[in-house]
């Protein structure tokens, strides 16, 4: 994980890349990635699917604060909080993109909008990873990956017919907690 920080995780744009430096000056032949420009897609961007696991380990790690931090900036509205971001990212701020490119003119740039498996895994890695909220067999476990600097959290569930309001306190400042279980 220190080495994905390391030579993965650009801060200045925002992306976790899926890897770096991105096939281009190579005869290494890795598959369909080199056919991509550098930079673009699986080659040298981030793909988003990847980025999302690569925040599912932090949280399996126990690094709540790492994991929220990368949500947040992979977080589809971060990318259009200015003008100028926007104008950057060119594609819609209220979609998860599978895509954001990581290299030359184009870095920052988001791609291929409108894609389920992205928006699925972001949805699961936030709401069962970092918040904690798992249902398996009819048990609702809650075991959340959250930042230390969190006071706690709220989510009203809907199981089958019943309603639950759930209020997580955090009074210690700790990434994690032990599981809860509440039966169905």
Do not use: C
């Given at each position: 994980m220190e080495s994905l920080e390391k030579h993965l995780v650009d801060l200045e744009n925002g992306i976790i890349k899926l890897l770096d430096p991105p096939f281009n000056k190579t005869k290494l032949e890795p598959g369909y990635i080199k056919a991509y420009l550098p930079g673009?897609?699986?080659?040298?961007?981030?793909?988003?699917?990847?980025?999302?696991?690569?925040?599912?380990?932090?949280?399996?790690?126990g690094f709540g604060d790492k994991a929220v931090e990368y949500y947040r900036m992979v977080n589809p509205i971060e990318h259009s909080r200015t003008k100028?971001?926007?104008?950057?990212?060119?594609?819609?701020?209220?979609?998860?993109?599978?895509?954001?490119?990581?290299?030359?003119?184009?870095?920052?740039?988001?791609?291929?909008?409108?894609?389920t498996g992205s928006s699925s895994w972001f949805c699961?890695?936030?709401?069962?990873d970092i918040l904690g909220l798992k249902v398996q067999n009819g048990i609702l476990k809650i075991q959340p990956c959250i930042s230390s600097k969190w006071e706690g959290y709220s989510i009203r569930y809907r199981y089958k017919t019943s309603v639950y309001n759930i209020?997580?306190?955090n009074p210690e400042g700790k990434c994690t907690r032990r599981k809860s279980k509440i039966l169905f």
């Open positions: 673009v897609r699986e080659n040298g961007g981030q793909y988003t699917h990847a980025a999302m696991w690569a925040i599912v380990a932090f949280t399996k790690l100028e971001a926007a104008i950057k990212y060119k594609v819609e701020p209220y979609v998860i993109s599978a895509d954001i490119y990581g290299a030359s003119n184009l870095q920052g740039r988001g791609g291929w909008t409108w894609y699961k890695a936030g709401l069962e209020n997580v306190k």
